[in-house]
């Protein structure tokens, strides 16, 4: 029985790659064995450490943006402005330590928080731009906060109203009738602020070009209680109605009558609103998105109060438990298993619960990694699943233009005369025309009439068909110079097929240097796909690769400002194209030792 | 030679003759009639007879009543004298309209060429002479890098680099807007735009040429009259540079016809990260707009350029190597 070699399987071959090649130590009498061919090439490989380097950084890419997006997967139709140009952080939530078992009030923004603590003081954390960062003072203490998409509100012990952050819109002037007025609950909104008097009337004030929020005169002075979202605003009164303050007809108008006059808590989240009764029953109403109507059985009967974010609820029982349902994409409606709690708050993508001893939980958007984009996505998650489809688009384009080159190589190179001439001349017309413009004709042209998802197999096939020309020539001369051989003549007078003798007995002899250049091209092809996405001629929104995510990168503002957006795609797909090419050249070395010069 | 050249021009012809019949059937399966797009504008302030009598005669003028073949010899012959059709964007024939990007494309290019020389080819010879030492490794690293990067990579990072943290060059754009002054000024100011779109292109293209000179290099080092050069005595800078070198030019040559003419088509990426008005601009521009008749002009501009690039490359053989017989 024939003794085993080292490296002549499998495992040998991957133990090589991974672990090194074992040094065997010959004594003075024995001789260095003799290697096959691709024991030859894998140790060449194995020795270049530009190559393994190269191997190792593909496979983690790889393994990455294959098995990463199912624990981090992409909602594709998801677009929240509120979200939109957050650098990464993970401050969200990250409330001062002050401010922990003493809170009296606490609101979440956009992409930052307020709270204040027992002393009156108040403090910030988050994503806070500059004007943010100037915080109102006040001789007085401050009781209450409310904080909206980037400017925030504060409410003193004397009932005076303090504004900060966004001052465009007139959202710093705060109108005369409120600061006259001892206010009793202030809230910060999407680039609106109003504020409740202890009289019970309700003041708007801010951006009103972008929401209106009409106020009927024979409401006021007996409001107990307003909310908002970014479209329009509802309020209780102290006959434990709801009132809608819209100007226009929404689902939010259609407030279930059975629940008039029993109102006591009241939230609202995009599409909808809650609304909790005096016998601990909650009521939603409006639309259905993210399951906000399903609500938990067991709360019912027990509500006290109602919090809610851009599509979530949280509820606080009377038992002083929580419990959150709706939308869950940031984790937001998974509450953690709580006691003793005495209040909540819940904004944006984050909820807050204070206990009695003044202790904070949270639970919620924490934020994001590598921040997100111009429309609030999380950027992560997208360059993930963009590399995905960068990936396979560069593998798929491959083994289309793979095929199509062997096939026209072999048979050009094997039969010669006018069958090579016909062929070598279609390569010569596909080659001739410049790549990048012509696969960009053929996307707008085609690209106009099928769907999104479509365009991405549209890319695919069109990279696939233009790239063949230069694999058949190489597999031409490949295949020109072996079929002179013995061996081939030996197949021939055996009497094979002469499809058979191509492909089975002559294309394995060469099928190695095909694999270094398919390889090569592997890269070329996700190259191509990039620059065709960059330029808006690739893969569109709102799928995403790594070219399409740096699709009007070259915007001052985005370069100087927004850096994350174009610094870690380009990062990924430099680190990708870099890693196959270095090991692909690796590959070649190794297959050709004389090559090594090149 | 002269028999080459004829069989060569022929081929030519016929690769024009195919891929002018492949882009002409392109262009008319793209969705739209080109007559009426021809009138969009002003079809509101016409009555319908008049619109109807505009519309026949822009078809009339456009040759659309014709049968398909006619259409497309008209085209190819029209092409072919250099008229290019009409910019339904621009409202003014393509030949004219692309007068402007054409220089600016041209000059960018031509430009880029003299720094490009001057650094891959003593870098090549340098690192084939010394092949195998560290500094030869550390470049075949750098270059492989170099030519693995995405070229708008290279350019953003350039423009985040030159143009917002350290604000020495301009973002983007040809010249300063609404500039007026001497012709000398002006062309200085059309070379500061082009600093940063020069270099990105320079920079890009370094990597792979380096790394081809030095294997063109290595192959001539290898042959038996260099060893007969150093035998005899020669100086190592004669070897190399008079030996060695003119000898490594062939394959070099192949190189360099076909990376000059890609870069015609690989500025489309550097025009559009840089707002740079030339071809590459006018086609993205073309397609977004839907403009078809002059992206189809710009890509019959690229396919003669190439295979007109690829007659000169092999005639140029020759001129390089007498031993070279094109037959």
């Known amino acids: 029985m024939a003794k085993r070699t080292y490296g002549s399987t499998f495992t040998d071959v991957l133990k090589t790659l991974f672990l090194g090649r074992r040094a065997a130590t010959l004594s003075i009498l024995e001789e260095e064995q003799v290697q096959s061919p691709y024991r030859t090439m894998l140790r060449n490989f194995s020795e270049k450490w530009s190559a393994m380097l190269g191997l190792y950084i593909f496979l983690a890419i790889f393994l990455a943006v294959f098995i990463l997006p199912i624990f981090f997967p992409m909602d594709i139709g998801f677009q929240d402005p509120t979200q939109k140009n957050t650098k990464p952080s993970s401050s969200f939530m990250r409330y001062s330590k002050e401010l922990d078992g003493a809170a009296v009030s606490i609101d979440g923004g956009s992409v930052f928080g307020v709270g204040v603590d027992a002393s009156g003081k108040i403090h910030q954390w988050g994503t806070l731009t500059a004007k943010q960062q100037k915080l109102p003072t006040s001789a007085a203490k401050f009781v209450q906060v409310s904080a909206g998409l980037d400017h925030a509100l504060a409410l003193d012990e004397n009932g005076r109203v303090y504004t900060w952050g966004n001052d465009r819109f007139t959202l710093s002037a705060i109108p005369p009738l409120v600061s006259g007025q001892r206010v009793k609950q202030v809230l910060a909104g999407h680039q609106i602020s109003m504020a409740l008097t202890e009289s019970g009337s309700i003041s708007v004030w801010g951006n009103t070009n972008l929401i209106t929020i009409p106020v009927p005169a024979d409401r006021q002075g007996t409001f107990t209680k307003m909310v908002a979202n970014t479209t329009l605003a509802l309020a209780t009164t102290k006959a434990g109605e709801v009132v809608v303050l819209s100007s226009k007809e929404t689902p939010f108008s259609y407030v279930p009558p059975e629940i008039q006059g029993k109102v006591v808590d009241l939230a609202v989240t995009e599409r909808s609103a809650a609304a909790v009764t005096s016998d601990g029953r909650v009521v939603v109403w409006g639309g259905e998105d993210h399951g906000v109507q399903e609500i938990p059985a067991q709360i019912q009967g027990k509500t006290v109060a109602i919090s809610a974010g851009r599509g979530h609820y949280t509820a606080l029982l009377s038992d002083g438990t929580v419990a959150s349902w709706g939308w869950n994409n940031y984790k937001q409606a998974k509450a953690p298993k709580l006691k003793n709690i005495v ?113 991405i197999s549209m890319i695919m096939v069109i990279l696939g068909l233009l790239s063949w020309p230069s694999l058949a020539r190489l597999v031409r001369g490949q295949i020109l110079a072996a079929r002179e051989q013995e061996f081939v003549t030996a197949a021939k007078a055996m009497g094979i097929k002469e499809v058979k003798i191509i492909f089975r007995h002559i294309l394995p002899n060469v099928i190695t240097v095909v694999l270094v250049n398919l390889t090569l091209s592997f890269a070329l092809c996700m190259l191509y796909e990039s620059s065709l996405s960059y330029l808006g001629f690739g893969v569109n929104e709102p799928n995403a690769t790594w070219g399409n995510m740096l699709y009007g990168c070259n915007d001052s503002t985005v370069m100087a400002q927004y850096w994350w957006r174009w610094v870690f795609p380009a990062i990924a797909l430099s680190l990708c194209t870099v890693s196959i090419n270095m090991a692909g050249d690796g590959m070649r070395d190794a297959i050709d030792p004389k090559s090594n010069d090149r | 030679m002269f028999k080459y050249v004829l069989r060569r021009l022929v081929y030519i012809v016929v690769v024009f003759l195919v891929a002018s019949v492949l882009l002409f059937a392109l262009y008319k399966s793209v969705p739209g009639d080109p007559a009426r797009m021809m009138l969009e504008g002003n079809k509101a302030s016409m009555k319908p007879e008049e619109y109807e009598a505009r519309y026949q005669d822009a078809v009339r003028r456009l040759g659309l009543d014709k049968p398909v073949v006619i259409q497309y010899f008209t085209w190819l012959f029209n092409t072919i004298k250099g008229d290019f059709g009409y910019s339904l964007t621009y409202k003014m024939p393509v030949r004219q309209m692309i007068g402007v990007p054409m220089k600016n494309t ?117 042959m038996d009259y260099i060893r007969t050069a150093r035998a005899k005595g020669l100086t190592e800078k004669v070897v190399i540079y008079s030996h060695a070198f003119r000898n490594a030019l062939i394959p070099f040559i192949t190189i360099m016809t076909g990376w000059f003419i890609s870069i015609f088509s690989g500025s489309v990426v550097i025009e559009r990260t840089f707002l740079w008005n030339g071809m590459g601009k006018v086609i993205i521009d073309a397609l977004n707009q839907q403009d078809f008749a002059v992206s189809l002009a710009m890509v019959m501009f690229y396919l003669i350029l190439s295979l007109i690039g690829n007659l000169l490359m092999d005639l140029s053989y020759g001129l390089a190597d007498p031993r070279v017989k094109l037959s």
Not at chain 2, 119 to 134: D, E, F, K, Q
Not at chain 2, 142 to 171: D, Q
Request: proline share 4%; no cysteine; net charge positive.
């Open chain 1, 343 to 455: 209040s909540i708050s819940s904004a944006y993508f984050q909820n807050y619960a204070v206990d009695k001893n003044g202790k904070i939980y949270t639970w919620g958007l924490k934020g994001y990694l590598m921040g997100t984009d111009q429309y609030g996505r999380d950027l992560f998650t997208r360059l993930l699943t963009g590399g995905r489809v960068t990936l396979t688009i560069g593998a798929i384009a491959v083994i289309i233009s793979g095929l199509i080159g062997i096939i026209i190589g072999s048979f050009s190179g094997y039969y010669g005369g006018k069958t090579d001439m016909l062929l070598m001349r279609l390569a010569e017309v596909v080659n001739a025309i410049p790549f990048l413009p012509l696969a960009m004709i053929l996307s707008a042209i085609i690209g106009s009439r099928i769907s999104e998802t479509g365009r």
């Open chain 2, 106 to 222: 041209i000059m960018l290019n031509v430009w880029s060429l003299i720094p490009v020389f001057l650094i891959t080819i003593p870098l090549g010879i340098a690192t084939a002479v010394r092949r195998g030492s560290r500094f030869d490794n550390a470049v075949q690293v750098i270059t492989i890098i170099g030519y693995s990067l995405p070229f708008f990579v290279i350019a953003l990072l350039f423009i985040f680099l030159f143009a917002v943290k350290i604000p020495i060059f301009p973002i983007s754009g040809v010249q300063t807007p609404a500039l007026k002054g001497t012709p000398t000024r002006m062309f200085l100011d059309k070379l500061y735009h082009m600093a940063l779109p020069l270099s990105v292109m320079v920079f890009t293209s370094l990597g792979g040429l380096t790394r081809y000179v030095r294997a063109t290099m290595i192959e001539a080092l290898r």
